[in-house]
């Protein structure tokens, strides 16, 4: 997802606040140092400035020692006063006694005579240690110095304390110097920042401007686009990263490329399975299904995926995850149903790394109901030859006994019974004569000898080969008619003559058994679009319902009795739909019980003119 990112959320801006509130510490610490230094400095160079010196303390000591105190007064009074020290706002001088003896204030001297209120001369006087203190005067919002140090007698040996000299000075001046240098100075550190804050930016673009381009590159390469290329700016470790970026570009390409191209590879090959494919992951949850499985389980794709394969597969009851992961066991599933059959062969196998673990199961789904059925067929059709030539032979069995036990003298017993076993044995014959012909058929090897006949005159012959039969026989019971009611246009159209006749034999053949007595057999002959249709409809008793998808499976009855005393190998529709489908061709039957059958034959047709037919 590509947001754009805010100024004051970049990297740039980061790297530009980072720098820029280095620098403004850097300075506001480098500020705080000098500013306290500048103070200290100038506070030292204003001490040394309003010092008297020396000579004036000794002068006042002096004065102090004198026991006239009016001339004394006046003397120290003209000595502070001749003090020219613009700094400097008063001088008191204060005797042993705590007295105020002078002071260089004008406006102060009624204070002059009087005894100090101020401890801190007290304990100058009492303690002989000098005092200093910068004092705040909150009434004209001025700061002040304050030094007061003590008087030592110099007459005699003794260093008695005489008083102590009070000195006040305005520090005004000495701080107006510091704000200025002070504002001089943020007003400098403000204008580096500035500029320190402008040259981050300019830095931090040229050092962010390849991790930008780098950054676009690995959003392309997560859309899928792969044609970026990162520019390399120099040899350094941002130099070195956007080679590796566009190494990594390269190889994530060729990387993306083969694995498409097995998922593209694995999908079709998915794809076109004839067997269904079910991948799931560790829980047993569908991830992976192909169109063949989704048409075995007559499902899709979105309501499949995520499901449990035991549910899909519908075996949950009978088996658990667990034993499909330890066993792998091939199962055989039955999804038949009433409009159709479905029988599949489930085989199992483990989805697992190198380390053992086991992350899914795959499952296979091969479709065996052709197998099934041809199983099924086969041993059906083998107990099918089996009873059918049991019933014939069980009967030459007794009658070739009687005939062995005597039965051959009897003049009137004998031919009946040779005549039972030439019976049975053509029965046999013929059945045998079918069967070869359906198994060359079925290996293919029966070949088609085709021409190009008119169906129409093919179809009158058959019929009235039958019409003949029908008049010659002797039994007066039966009395069947024939119609036709074909096409007045002559249909053409290529066939095998022979085998085609042997079809139409056995229509016919079953009509004339299957019809009641006096009951009339219906042929048509008409032609539709590419197609020619031949029917057989007869006044029978009909074909149940649940009989007409088998009547052209082999050995199937549906009168067994009538069709065995009948003679019939229960094999003539099944040879005829080969013999049709070797044409190209499709047979069908429609019927409804108590009221005949229809038999269809349908072959393709292509129009031939008789010009074109005779050139």
Known sequence: MNKKTRFYQSINFKIALVFALLLMITLEIVGVIFVRQLEQQNLSQFKNQIQLGTYVDNEISEQLGKNNTTSANKQMQQIISDVN??????????????TVRASSDLNEQSIVGQKTTDQAIKNVIYNSRSYQQVNYDQGNNNRYYISIIPL??????????????????????????????????????????????????????????PIEEMKKQT??????????????????????LASAVNNLSVRVEEAQESTESEQRRLDSVLAHMTDGVIATDRRGRITIVNDMALDFLSADAEHTAGKSILDVLDIRTTYTLRELLENQDDIVLDFSTKTQDLILHASFALIQRESGFISGLVCVLHDVTEQQKIDQDRKQFVSNVSHE?????????SY??????????????APQFLKVTQDETDRMIRMINDLLSLSRMDSGTAKLDLELINLNELFNHVLDRFDMILKTDDNPDKNYTIKREFTRRDLWVEVDTDKFQQVLDNLMNNAIKYSPDGGQITCRLLETHNHVILSVSDQGLGIPKKDLTHVFDRFYRVDKAHSRAQGGTGLGLAISKEIISMHGGRIWVDSKEGRGSIFYISLPYEPIDEEDQWE
């Open 219 to 240: 959003m392309r390469i997560a859309r899928g686009d792969y044609s970026g290329h990162v520019h390399v700016y120099g040899k350094d470790e941002l130099g070195q």
């Open 85 to 98: 020290n613009t700094n400097i706002t008063e001088i008191r001088v204060i005797d042993n006694k705590g």
């Open 400 to 413: 070739i006994e009687a005939l062995t036990d005597g039965a051959w003298k009897d003049p009137k017993v």
């Open 152 to 209: 030592i007698s110099t007459s005699g040996n003794s260093n008695s304390v005489v008083g102590a000299l009070y000195v006040r000075a305005n520090l005004e001046s000495v701080y107006s110097n510091v704000n200025k240098i002070t504002l001089i100075f943020f007003v400098a550190a403000s204008f580096a920042i500035v500029v320190g804050l402008l040259l981050a930016i300019i830095i931090s673009r040229a050092i962010t401007r």
């Open 389 to 397: 030539l049991r019933t014939p032979l069980t009967s030459l069995k």
